[in-house]
């Protein structure tokens, strides 16, 4: 068998190989370590993490000044915290990352979407353009849903999102009709892969929103519900971002804490060129759009 003499051209690549490939590997968890900081488990809070990032750097990515934002805001009571979602439609390429997200977060049936892209094609040929408009709900603090709802199984949280009690509604699709955005859905239990020899197992996995797990079954709800975005309550409570925030390829879109002046939503939503849809209507929406 052949043997390498360390003074070796080939022995002097191979040591210069496994440095090159240790240093990378080095630079990867460092940059990792820093952009993330370290994570930490709570036993006295169950399954709940903790992540303690690393002070504030010129140039950050937003999701790392967003998650300390979030976290610095759950440290307050509920009703101080004021949830705000901030929209960049000079960055949104109109991917639909964040609607496809969002249904596999929540597992979202046919004809029920929470964040719809909204698009059009705008100028003259051979000057023509797309844009794109995400809509979430609006989580508005003038609700034009909650009063119209018989069984009062839709309100306002004092952290401002608007929330639906599944089991509750009777889905009678009054709010549906009020929302002036379009932003409820109706469950009418369908599947994807209906009318096949079998519906996908995948289909039939339960869902987890409110804080609860919901089986998808007969007519049992969410089943027959009026449904709609809720910021992805379920992760906030928890320390992590909405889904459609962290899927944004573009950093298009922004979450946070509009109570808390230092935070990167506040400083968004001060700029000249922010707008709200619909404010002629009074419904005060916490969504807001750059343009």
Known sequence: MARLECGSSEAIERRSFIGWLSGVIVGIVGFLCGCFGKVKTSPDKGSSVTL??????????????????????????????????????????????CTIACIAENKLPPSVVYRPVLHKEVGKYPNVTRKFLPRPCMQCDNTPCTPVCPVKATWKRPDGIVVIDYEACIGCRYCITACPYGARSFDFGEYYTEDTPEIAPVEKAPSFEYHRTWERKGNESPIGNARKCHFCLHRIERGLLPQCVTTCIGRATYFGDANDPDSLVSELISKPNVMRLKEELGTEPKVYYLT
């Open 52 to 97: 303690e990032l690393p002070p504030i750097q010129l140039n950050e990515d937003p999701l790392v000044a967003m998650m300390r934002d979030l976290q610095k805001a759950l440290k307050k009571p509920v009703e101080k915290r004021r949830w705000v979602m901030v929209i960049d439609l000079r960055k949104c390429v109109g991917c639909n990352a």
